[in-house]
């Protein structure tokens, strides 16, 4: 199967997944699909993951999302640079202090918002700002697919283009 027919049955099962109409096989294959596909855009976006790493969880995607990022000392709206499965990165005036408990608000397209705790996996300085890469702290489960789900929308959206 060549590459736009593979993606075209992709897209169906990830639009039937959407729905919650998958029965056991189909949720498999595109699981499996997941996989593969977040495998090939990782090697071509020539990101390192770590051995645990699954290629899901090492995927990001460029889209600019708000966030209310919320802490006992600030309450900010922020917008992504890029999301995966593991956190995301903002610009910010200024980097939350390292000892701040953090919680977001995400507002995903077509869902309801992702509200979490999450921590700062890493700050660079920038002319003029700071891009802060934060990490979502365990996810319960439906938010987690409810996650993935947005995520593999938004990839599926930039390769039909």
């Known amino acids: 199967m060549d590459l736009a027919n593979w993606l075209s049955v992709f ?3 990830h639009e039937r997944a959407k729905l919650g109409v ?7 294959d595109y699981k499996a699909g997941r996989e593969e596909l977040a495998r090939a855009l990782v090697a071509a976006q020539g990101l390192t993951r770590r051995p645990d790493q699954s290629p899901r969880m090492a995927l ?4 600019a999302l708000q966030v209310d990022l919320e802490s006992r000392v600030r309450m900010e709206r922020l ?5 995966s499965l593991g956190g995301f990165s ?3 005036a200024r980097a939350p202090g390292s000892d701040e408990e953090l919680t977001v608000t995400l507002r995903l397209p077509e869902t309801d918002p992702l509200k979490g705790s999450v921590t700062i996996a890493g700050v660079k300085p920038q002319p003029g700002n700071v891009l802060v890469s934060f990490g979502f702290q365990k996810l319960e489960p ?7 789900l947005a995520i593999f929308d938004m990839v599926l959206a ?4």
């Open 142 to 148: 439906k938010a987690a697919e409810r996650l993935e």
């Open 60 to 63: 990001r995607v460029a889209r």
């Open 158 to 161: 930039q390769l039909g283009r």
């Open 11 to 13: 897209k169906a099962l």
């Open 79 to 83: 917008t992504t640079s890029d999301l």
């Open 90 to 92: 903002a610009r910010m």
């Open 22 to 28: 998958l029965d056991s096989a189909e949720e498999q």
